[in-house]
């Protein structure tokens, strides 16, 4: 069966500090992959999507990049955090075949910028 | 462009009443959908889908809902709330073909309370 695993599940980081997230499939190969933020009462915010190695696409601009350096594993980093940049940060999987239906979500890590 | 509308950021329930939970969505392309629910500092959970076939769908935890093309809806509906239901639901369009396939475009959720 298919698993992700998102680490770590808690963060506090310093203003200005660097970030890393990484999230890990397995069980699957070729997966979509993304990176959503919930920021409270904003709902959920696609940052980055991924349709294979090297490929991300931004949906929208900000501090944050995303790397994709093997087909299972999804890299979520900042160079220097905001205080903005505190939130609850989901990665999700979707399969490539059977018509992409639904993504399939990690348990989140929740980053405070202090 | 797809999107979603969630009426109502916040309901609330008595133990044993009817859950609605509505959403509206907009897709130039016929839709597959989705309910999410999520608890506390935890990742989402699929409760249900609609993709094609049978418009009335039957998710985990006795919930259901039905999509209707003439309303553009997706409302999510349990006859008989319990405590354990408390959480935020999130619902869900993507598209079933063209550009952007399988991208998943949420609405901001609602917060289900459940009164005892």
């Known amino acids: 069966s298919q698993t992700i695993h998102q680490w770590p599940a808690t963060l506090v980081q310093p203003v200005g500090s660097p970030l890393s997230l990484e999230c890990t499939v397995e069980?699957?190969?070729?997966?979509?992959l993304y990176w959503y933020r919930q920021a409270a009462g904003r709902g959920l915010q696609l940052l980055f999507y991924?349709?294979?190695?090297?490929?991300i696409s931004s949906e929208v601009p900000q501090n944050l990049s995303a790397s994709r350096p093997q087909d299972r594993q999804f890299i979520l980093s900042s160079k220097k955090l905001l205080l903005s940049d505190s939130g609850f940060y989901l990665c999700?999987?979707?399969?490539?075949?059977?018509?992409?239906?639904?993504?399939?979500f990690g348990q989140g890590t929740r980053l405070t910028v202090v | 462009a797809q999107s979603v509308t969630q009426l109502g950021s916040h309901v609330s329930v008595s133990e044993g009443a009817l859950v609605l939970l509505r959403c509206n969505y907009s897709?130039?392309?016929?839709?597959?959908l989705f309910w999410y629910v999520q608890y506390p500092n935890q990742g989402l959970q699929l409760l249900l889908k609609?993709?094609?076939?049978?418009?009335l769908v039957k998710g985990i935890n006795g919930f259901e809902a039905e999509f209707k093309k003439s309303e553009t809806s997706f409302h999510l509906t349990k006859p008989s709330a319990h405590m354990s239901d408390a959480a935020e639901y999130f619902c869900?369009?993507?598209?079933?073909?063209?550009?952007?396939?399988?991208?998943?475009?949420f609405g901001r959720g609602t917060q289900l309370t459940v009164w005892p």
């Open positions: 999700a999987w979707q399969s490539r075949t059977g018509g992409h239906t639904e993504a399939f």
């Open positions: 069980g699957t190969s070729n997966p979509n």
């Open positions: 991924s349709v294979g190695i090297g490929q």
């Open positions: 897709s130039s392309v016929p839709p597959y």
């Open positions: 609609y993709t094609t076939g049978a418009t």
């Open positions: 869900a369009v993507t598209r079933s073909r063209g550009s952007t396939l399988g991208r998943l475009y």
